[in-house]
């Protein structure tokens, strides 16, 4: 019999909406449940592509008896992670403090004030590794709230307490210089894995953020060092399993350090991000014939992550669905089981391709007879280094082999439309569209641009966190929505030579400084006048994501090269203080903060392209613009302006005039212009080597 989530909107509460679980959505009214009938409450967060949510459903949601245990002693609360990221935030928190570790499905216990006492993540349905079963813990924390109370309270006001107090005052650190980026690139360069690429061991995440920071760094400094590691890492995983070597697009992460054994749940920001730094990395690389084959290798993966996304993400309304499942049905078993829809036996490569392709697959894709995975099956990667012998007939291969694996049973998709990864994506396409000549890149990411304004942007520009089937979610967006929706508007604005991308990002940087800024310039996670926690969330730190204080921090700054606005550039700097502060220390965890940094130090340069939109040399001058690799820099384009600017969508544009009655290209930063200049050549000079 469905529970209370049967009309929730989340596909991850709609998957537990037949659970036997009288679940609640989390609301006040569970809460004053809890109160009227003197129980805990039961918090289970997660989200729809977590494999060991899954797992942990079925083993112990679905179990009746486990269940009615559920019901009758606890008010049970599922959250999905990313809809609410400021409730998973501020308990994350209060799990990290008491276990040292974190992660999904998280299970916390709470007063029925919302003060939590005890914690965990998974747990079995017995005991196993050291880890009581999921009955025991209850029957333990029931055992507690009835014969301990007052010790159960005492623990909930020492941890809210506890919480309370970590004040984070990085506001006043600074904004970091070249020593701290310094300081930082050393830092990296300690902790990089010089062998197989990336950072730390398993598993091993993809260091999207800090390969963006690297090549800005390259592009400000020259540091050869900086861009080898960026270009050696992006080399092993476009060749690992991590990447999908049919259909393009990146798994979550590696659970070995050889990036060979993907997590295989995708997600709209780890691709949406990987697929700007390949397009990055591409712009970046010296076209010195050594490099072509890696030059290639960037294009060509972030082309393919560009099509993978539109092609398994994008929804009916224009924008993109947050993730794929990492499991699907077997079917030969006819489970749900992780990987079955991505790995391969020689035997089934040998069935699709016949014996001779077949025996080329095994050898190419690195298939063995033992597997690479689980159950004598392998994840396709590309062990061997340089091109296809025969590229042709691997290209064939490729689509055979794609095409046979579209008749197994897909993965589940999260079809919400979370609005900070789709600014994301955006940013993505919009750019990726403009390097590689591929205008319908460009069109995908107007139309997800358009959904963000119709359906996730009230009247005022406040934003809703998700969408789903072009209805807009309950929940207000947090910091990161602002943050990376501005960032994919600025980029969209920058691309197409369309001002009212900038207005719209300008509505949203606005409310950043007058709902999430604090005296000091430090930055919440939630609005002044958002649901009242326990804890009002606060987190810096760039993790799978750029956190919303550097999202913002990069939107405030883009905003203010574009209009000359002090007050967004002084929030901006006020922001990056952080970085001042972590970057030295932790540079992994503030990869996005850094390239931030980066941008500040160069300026950002301020390009203003004018000309009459059919005059092909116009639009030579915009691309070249978009193709230099100064950190940060923001493009203008159109028609020259009256001196007043009036009539023009670009701030940039004021009082910038045609040279020779030819189009013209205007670079400036730091209150100092280069000379105008009609030449690509020379424009590509003021702005980092040129890339064709």
Request: glycine share 10%; proline share 6%; aromatic share 8%.
């Amino acid at each position: 019999m469905p529970n209370r989530l049967e009309n929730e909107t989340s596909p991850y509460l709609l998957q537990h909406a037949d659970n036997p679980v009288d679940w609640w959505p989390w609301s006040p009214e569970a809460f004053a449940e809890a109160r009227e009938r003197g129980v805990p409450v039961m918090l289970s967060v997660g989200y729809s592509s977590c494999h060991w949510c899954h797992v942990m459903a079925h083993e112990s949601f679905e179990d009746e008896l486990a269940a009615a245990y559920m019901n009758e002693h606890f008010v049970n609360i599922k959250v999905d992670r990313e809809e609410r990221p400021d409730v998973d935030a501020v308990y994350m928190e209060a799990v990290q403090a008491a276990t040292g570790q974190g992660g999904w499905p998280m299970t916390v216990f709470l007063t029925p004030d919302a003060e939590p006492f005890y914690f965990g993540t998974y747990f079995p349905p017995e005991p196993r590794h050291g880890m009581p079963s999921f009955m025991q813990v209850l029957e333990g924390v029931r055992t507690a709230w009835v014969g301990r109370p007052e010790e159960v309270a005492d623990v909930a006001r020492r941890i809210v307490r506890d919480l309370a107090g970590r004040k984070l005052d990085y506001g006043k650190a600074g904004t970091p210089g070249p020593e701290e980026l310094a300081q930082a690139l050393l830092g990296l360069t300690r902790e990089y894995d010089a062998t197989r690429g990336g950072f730390g061991g398993a598993p091993k995440f993809p260091p999207s953020m800090v390969l963006e920071f690297l090549l800005r760094h390259h592009a400000r400094t020259g540091s050869e060092g900086a861009l080898q590691m960026a270009a050696d890492t992006c080399g092993a995983m476009a060749r690992g399993g991590i990447y999908d070597q049919l259909g393009g697009g990146f798994a979550r992460y590696s659970v070995d350090r050889e990036w060979v054994v993907p997590h295989f749940e995708k997600m709209l920001y780890d691709n949406a991000l990987l697929c700007r730094v390949y397009a990055h990395l591409w712009r970046a690389i010296p076209r010195d014939g050594a490099a072509d084959e890696l030059v290639d290798l960037a294009r060509r993966v972030a082309l393919e992550t560009a099509d993978f996304m539109v092609r398994e993400l994008r929804t009916d309304q224009g924008g993109f669905a947050s993730a794929l499942d990492a499991d699907s049905e077997d079917p030969l078993s006819g489970k749900h089981v992780e990987g079955a829809y991505y790995a391969w036996t020689p035997a089934e490569l040998r069935e699709v391709l016949g014996e001779e392709d077949g025996e080329l697959a095994v050898g190419y894709f690195g298939v063995t007879e033992e597997g690479t995975f689980e159950h004598g099956k392998s994840v396709l990667q590309l062990p061997q280094d340089g091109p296809a012998a025969d590229a042709e007939r691997i290209a064939s291969i490729r689509a055979r082999l794609f095409a046979a694996r579209q008749t197994r049973p897909a993965p589940g998709r999260d079809d919400k439309v979370v609005a900070a990864w789709n600014g994301l994506a955006v940013a993505a396409l919009a750019e990726c569209g403009a390097f590689f000549d591929r205008p319908d890149l460009i069109e995908r990411a107007t139309e997800a641009a358009d959904l963000l304004v119709r359906v996730h942007m009230d009247g005022r520009a406040r934003l809703a966190r998700t969408s789903r089937d072009g209805q807009a979610g309950a929940n207000a967006g947090v910091l990161e929505d602002y943050g990376d929706v501005a960032e994919g508007f600025l980029a969209l604005a920058s691309v197409t030579g369309e001002g009212v991308w900038l207005e719209f990002a300008g509505f949203l940087v606005d409310l950043v400084l007058d709902r999430f800024t604090a005296e000091d310039g430090s930055l919440y996670d939630t609005a002044h006048d958002a649901e009242k926690l326990i804890r009002r969330p606060q987190d810096p730190t760039d993790t799978a994501a750029p956190s919303g204080w550097t999202a913002a921090a990069g939107a405030l700054l883009s905003y203010a090269a574009h209009t000359g606005s002090q007050a967004h550039r002084t929030a901006a700097e006020r922001a990056l203080g952080v970085v001042h502060a972590l970057g030295p220390r932790a540079p992994r965890f503030i990869g996005h903060g850094l390239a931030v940094a980066e941008a500040l130090l160069d300026g950002p340069r301020e390009v203003a392209v004018v000309g009459h939109p059919e005059d092909p040399a116009r639009a030579a001058l915009h691309r070249t613009a978009l193709l230099g690799t100064a950190p940060g820099a923001v493009v203008a384009t159109g028609l020259p302006l009256a001196a007043d600017g009036s009539g023009g969508e670009f701030p940039l544009l004021a009082e910038r005039t045609l040279v020779h009655d030819r189009p013209t290209a205007y670079v400036c930063r730091h209150f100092v212009c280069a000379r105008p200049t009609t030449d690509p050549v020379e424009l590509a000079e003021q702005l980092g080597t040129f890339r064709p």
